[in-house]
């Protein structure tokens, strides 16, 4: 967990899915934070092994 480049993210994010900057709603002040989510196992549906 970081705020480092939170501010950054949002806005490459809004950027990418909407075409515009963040519309910050509240204050520009806002403390973002990047969770990083490690997984333990996956599973693949509909997919056969060989």
């Known amino acids: 967990m970081t705020t480092e480049g939170g501010a950054e993210h ?22 973002r934070v990047i969770l990083t989510i490690a997984a333990e196992k996956i599973h693949e549906i509909g997919r056969q092994r060989p």
């Not at 949002?10 to 403390?31: C, F, H, K, M, N």
């Open 10 to 31: 949002i806005e490459a994010l809004s950027q990418r899915y909407t075409g515009g900057p963040y519309a910050w709603y509240g204050a520009r002040d806002q403390v």
